[in-house]
């Protein structure tokens, strides 16, 4: 499989090092990624069903036991335990799906401790508009590069590639289902990882997910992001922005001169005459 990924003038340093820049979950520019939310009301019958197990009660505990003045876990389980169902499901309904958001927030924040995420795009997919699109917002406005990949070659410890999924809203989880340790939740919010408001389906974007501990920090070289090392051999074609200074055009063409990149094709984006579109023409 072909996928791509554009850089600005940085992503010379793919080139020379042999590196991918990886990304927190936390850290992308769009405010919608991993907003999942959840929704819907929890029937007195579903909380029976939930009430009945001491595990439940269990966590309770260190988020109620201010609520109902409890010196510890034994005296919490007796006081509600001698409470009348109706009225602890009154008490407590409103503020379960309350501390479930948290939940949600923490989850989130522990996935990006232990994650990092590499984004492409499919090549196949981009329509001439979009590729106009894609090289203005991620290629410094033409000016850098565009480098494709043999995804079949990366060799990482890592989930993916997922194609991301674009829609209006985002990603649902049912309250009950959560209350209930329904084993559904987890692959619904698993969906809202690879899932993106449709204001972004010109990307046609695919997502790696990889294990922090396979990445190298960067910062512990004086670099800012953490990276992953690739094999030269996954690089397939790099195209060469259309306002790409001279300068920097060379320095590609230089590094690309590599032993190792003899296999690699280089082409140069030039502006159509007549269509808005982009054309490509040979230089290596």
């Not at 072909?2 to 405010?31: A, S």
């Not at 309250?175 to 449709?198: G, R, V």
């Not at 972004?200 to 090392?229: A, Q, V």
Request: charged content about 35%; some cysteine.
């Amino acid at each position: 499989m072909v996928l791509c990924k554009y850089f600005d003038l940085n992503g010379i340093d793919v080139l020379r090092n042999c590196r991918l820049r990886i990304t927190n979950p936390l850290t992308f520019n769009d405010p919608f990624e991993f907003s999942s939310y959840i929704d819907g009301s929890i029937s007195f019958s579903d909380f029976k069903r939930y009430y009945k197990h001491p595990i439940n009660i269990d966590r309770w505990y260190y988020i109620y036991k201010d609520l109902v003045g409890a010196k510890n876990k034994d005296e919490f389980k007796k006081m509600i335990r001698n409470k009348d169902k109706k009225m602890v499901y009154n008490n407590f309904n409103n503020s379960i799906v309350k501390n479930m958001n948290k939940e949600l927030d923490r989850l989130r924040l522990n996935f990006s401790k232990t994650c990092r995420i590499l984004c492409f795009s499919d090549p196949n997919l981009i329509e001439p508009y979009e590729e106009i699109l894609m090289w203005a917002h991620y290629s410094d406005s033409h000016k850098g590069l565009k480098i494709h990949f043999d995804a079949d070659k990366f060799k990482l410890r890592s989930v993916g590639p997922h194609k991301v999924t674009y829609q209006k809203e985002r990603t649902r989880l049912d309250s009950t289902k959560i209350m209930l340790n329904d084993k559904d939740t987890l692959d619904d919010f698993s969906k809202s990882l690879s899932a993106k408001s449709i204001a972004w389906s010109y990307e046609h974007e695919y997502r790696w997910f990889i294990i922090k501990e396979e990445c190298f920090d960067g910062t512990k070289c004086g670099l800012e992001f953490d990276f992953i090392k690739i094999n030269p051999e996954v690089i397939m074609r790099v195209d060469i922005g259309a306002r790409c200074p001279d300068e920097k055009e060379e320095e590609i063409l230089k590094a690309l001169s590599a032993e190792e990149f003899a296999h690699v094709v280089a082409k140069k984006a030039t502006l159509d005459s007549k269509e808005y579109k982009i054309n490509f023409e040979d230089i290596k």
